[in-house]
């Protein structure tokens, strides 16, 4: 994993770290836990979950045609979803990853020679946003802002 600050021009911080994706059977769409290596210095082995799905920002509509699919070949979902914990901060050379949960992205890609593989992966991290919630400043609510941090790649070993 890459992780980076707000300066694009600052130098990112990797973070290396074998997992294993477990599928819990018998759920569609795919999905299951993550093991993360016990040696890792960041990542928590708790609530790492994994899931594969459709585009989240297509509307209700476009994503009724993956299902259908499914009835003749198996499903194709393009997307694949994670989420797991940081145990500490990580510095940057412009600031830190909050420790806390990490979401990440890619694209499935099939190739032939290859195998199933996840590119262009983006992490982000959801940081609570206080708002007011009336006009009258008798209420307020927090909303979280998703904010980019990094990005990742999964390589078989």
Do not use: H
Not at 33 to 52: F, G, R, T, V
Not at 85 to 107: H, K, M, N, R
């Amino acid at each position: 994993m890459q992780f980076t600050g707000p300066n694009p021009n600052a130098p990112p911080v990797e973070v290396t770290c074998k997992v294993k994706f477990v599928e819990d059977e018998g759920y569609e769409p795919p999905q299951g836990p993550i093991e993360i290596d016990p040696n890792s210095k960041y990542l928590s082995q708790q609530l790492a979950l994994w899931k594969l799905g459709e585009d989240p920002e297509a509307e209700l509509f476009d994503k009724a045609g993956f299902w259908i699919w499914g009835i003749f070949e198996e499903p194709k979902y393009p997307y694949f979803f994670t989420q797991f914990e940081l145990t500490q901060e990580i510095p940057l050379s412009d600031g830190v990853i909050p420790a806390g949960f990490i979401y990440g992205q890619a694209d499935i890609t099939r190739d032939p020679e290859r195998g199933v593989v996840l590119e262009n992966g983006v992490l982000s991290y959801r940081e609570p946003v206080k708002i007011q919630a009336d006009a009258f400043g008798l209420s307020d609510g927090i909303l979280a802002e998703i904010r980019p941090i990094g990005k990742f790649v999964c390589r078989p070993v």
